[in-house]
């Protein structure tokens, strides 16, 4: 019977058919009710219309509001874990690989905080000195 039926009827029906209330997201069924609603000249409520446009754009900026405190707090996160894995490695440099010399290099050469200053490092510990570099640099961003 759907395709014999009169427009908006016939959008209501196939919807129906195809995505079933009770399966749907609450907000996209509520979307689609909307513009629905806005093609329907007979059955049409302006000031209900306007209320649930208003609501979903509501609850739309609250969920846009709320992935960006996600995102942030995961930044934060991952900003962290950085951090720690760089003081790590520094801490097992200076624990366990470095000799005085060396050490007192990287230390001169981090209070620089110039990429010049890994010309003056040990070949291995220059590749680490120029990635604490721009890890900072990426936070300063």
Known sequence: ??????????KQVEHAL?????????RLESYHYISVSEDDEYS???SLLQ???????????????????????????VMLAKI???????DDTFDSYGTIEELDAFTMAIRRWDFKEADLL???????????LKLYG????
Do not use: W
């Open 51 to 77: 209320f649930a446009k208003l609501d979903y754009n509501a609850v739309q900026m609250l969920h846009k509001q709320e992935l960006c405190e996600l995102s942030r707090y995961s930044r934060g996160r």
């Open 84 to 90: 720690i894995k760089m003081l790590s490695l520094i």
């Open 18 to 26: 195809m995505q079933p209330l009770h399966f749907g997201y609450q």
């Open 44 to 46: 049409r409520d302006e």
């Open 1 to 10: 019977m759907a395709p014999n039926l009169k427009p908006p009827l016939k």
């Open 138 to 141: 990426e936070f300063k961003e």
């Open 122 to 132: 040990p070949e291995y510990m220059k590749p680490f000195y120029t990635a604490v």
